[in-house]
């Protein structure tokens, strides 16, 4: 299957910082990217959704200017946490698909953020 | 409104066969995603169904009937490695996942 890679995997900072985390498909070009966040023992929700070359479309409540969300080229997308808070510390996994339709998508191995 | 419907958690027996049943409701309809997800961990792709009908893989299974809006996930000859949440996800008319809340399998020796 497709490898989708994700880095850091986990990552302590402190209340303020920014905090970049890349995902990158290994294997495959992936046209749409997928950022989602996941609180423990709840499910995975959406956060939102890149597009190469194309601004990211933001699921209802995320604020777009708080996750900066960059897909530069087929392969590469970075969501940069800005000024971040301890509300923020979660389970943030990238997905990807190669194609704009009913491809599969295949996770990263998710990033650990833990702000203090 | 979109919905993928799941029971929260389920629990087998080791070497036994667990049916997990999800439902769904999508604008337009794309295809049914199985995910198992290991805690801790990112989801990793198990099944894709998009015609109704039986795909077999191994030890899994995955069943579609499109007429019902129902899936399952089958899994035979249980291991204490398959104790995971598993997602149900439909894909619609935009080719975007609506994803249930999981079932966690707990396997017992």
């Known amino acids: 299957g497709a490898v989708v890679s994700q880095h850091p995997s986990r990552v302590i900072c402190k209340s303020g910082t920014s905090v970049k985390i890349e995902c990158r498909s290994l294997?495959?070009?992936?046209?749409?990217m997928f950022w989602y966040r996941q609180f423990p023992k709840q499910s995975l929700m959406l956060m939102a959704t890149s597009n190469e070359g194309s601004k990211a479309t933001y699921e209802q409540g995320v604020e777009k200017d708080k996750f900066l969300i960059n897909h530069a080229s087929l392969t590469l997308s970075t969501l940069t946490v800005t000024s971040a808070h301890p509300e923020d510390s979660s389970f943030y996994i990238c997905s990807a698909r190669e194609g704009g339709g009913g491809e599969t998508q295949y996770f990263g191995p998710g990033t650990r953020l833990l702000v203090l | 409104g979109q919905n993928i419907d799941q029971p929260t958690e389920m629990t087998a027996t080791e070497g036994a066969i667990v049916q997990i049943n999800c439902t769904y409701q999508t604008s337009g309809f794309n295809g049914l995603f199985w995910y198992q997800q290991h805690a801790g961990e990112a989801p990793t792709f198990l099944s894709y169904n998009v015609l109704d009908g039986l795909e077999e893989k191994g030890r899994f299974s995955s069943f579609l009937s499109r007429s019902k809006g129902y899936s399952y996930l089958l899994l035979k000859e249980l291991q204490m490695k398959d104790s995971a949440s598993y997602l149900c996800a439909g894909m619609d008319s935009n080719y975007q996942l609506i994803w249930g809340a999981g079932t966690k399998l707990i396997i017992k020796p």
């Open positions: 294997d495959f070009q992936a046209t749409t």
